[in-house]
C-alpha cells in the first residue's frame, strides 16, 4: 500500500530533542515466534542552492535511527540509537545523539523491572555528553481494548557536562534522581485515538540547596475522516526550571498533518 502524507507544519520551534528517552515510543512489538526484531531508518540531504555566486548555501544533513529487541525467554533486551546532524555552509546547525541500552525482566508480566544506561549529547544546546543509569518499576496499571494506562516508577545517576553558551566555560553536574513517568493510549471510538507519554525526573542540587525539575512529554491525536483519509496531530516538549547554563527553559515542536492512503 502507498501512502502520501501531506505535512503542514503551522507551528514549530527549533528541534525539540530532549534529554529524556521517550523509551515507550521505542518498544517493539515482536512476532512471538521471533527471538530477535529490529527496525532501522536513515536519511541523507545534500543541498546548494543560492541566490547569488557570492553567497552561496550548503546543507548537509543525516539522520538515522536503529531499534532492536532480543528476546530469548523470560527477559529482553533493548538497544536504541538516535543520531541527527545539520550542516550549513561551514557552521554546525544541529548535533544531536543518543545510544540507549534497557534489560527488562519478565518481559510479558504485567508488572516488570527495567534497568537501563544511556549516553547523549546535544552539541546545539551546549551538552556533552550525557551519561545516565538507573532502574524503573513498570506496571500497566489499566489494559483493554480501548484504554492502556501505563506507570513508571524510578531513579537514575546523572552526569551531564554543559558549556555556557556565552562564557564557554565547562560546567560538570551529577545527581541522583527519581525519574517517573505516566503512559496513556485511548481510542474514543474507531475514528479518534489519542496516545500520551509524559516523563518528570527531579533531583536536589546542593549547590543551589534546590530541586531541579524536569519535564517531558509526547501528545498524539489522530482521527480517521474516511478509510483512506485522516488527519495526524503530534506536539512534543521539554522543561526545565532549573538549567544548568543559560539556555531556553521550553523547547517544543508542534506537527500537523493529513494522511491519504490509495
Do not use: C
Request: hydrophobic share 40%.
Amino acid at each position: 500500500m502507498r501512502k502520501i502524507i501531506f505535512l503542514f507544519l503551522f507551528l514549530i520551534s527549533f528541534s525539540s530533542y530532549s534529554q529524556i528517552l521517550n523509551i515507550e515510543r521505542y518498544r517493539l512489538k515482536g512476532d512471538s515466534s521471533k527471538v530477535f526484531v529490529a527496525k532501522a531508518t536513515a536519511g541523507l540531504n545534500v543541498y546548494n542552492r543560492s541566490a547569488a555566486a557570492d553567497a552561496p548555501v550548503n546543507l548537509f544533513g543525516y539522520k538515522w535511527d536503529i531499534n532492536t529487541m532480543y528476546h530469548p525467554g523470560k527477559h529482553a533486551y533493548i538497544f536504541v540509537s538516535n543520531f541527527d546532524y545539520l550542516r550549513i555552509n561551514d557552521s554546525d546547525f544541529l548535533n544531536f545523539g543518543l545510544i540507549h541500552g534497557r534489560t527488562v525482566f519478565n518481559y510479558e508480566e504485567k508488572n516488570n523491572i527495567e534497568t537501563f544506561i544511556q549516553y547523549s549529547f546535544d552539541n546545539f544546546r551546549g551538552l556533552a555528553p550525557r551519561w545516565i543509569g538507573g532502574g524503573t518499576f513498570r506496571t500497566k496499571v489499566v489494559e483493554s481494548d480501548r484504554m492502556t494506562l501505563i506507570l513508571g516508577l524510578g531513579g537514575l545517576y546523572e552526569n551531564e557536562t554543559w558549556q555556557h553558551p556565552f562564557t564557554e566555560e565547562t560546567v560538570n553536574v551529577e545527581f541522583l534522581k527519581s525519574s517517573n513517568y505516566l503512559s496513556l493510549r485511548f481510542s474514543l471510538n474507531d475514528y479518534v485515538d489519542f496516545n500520551m507519554v509524559t516523563y518528570y525526573q527531579v533531583g536536589y542540587d546542593r549547590s543551589i540547596d534546590a530541586f531541579r525539575n524536569r519535564y517531558n512529554g509526547n501528545l498524539n491525536l489522530n482521527t480517521k475522516i474516511t478509510d483512506r483519509f485522516s488527519f495526524t496531530n503530534s506536539f512534543d516538549f521539554s522543561y526545565e526550571d532549573k538549567p544548568i547554563v543559560p539556555i531556553t527553559k521550553f523547547i517544543f515542536a508542534f506537527r500537523t498533518g493529513i494522511s491519504f492512503d490509495f
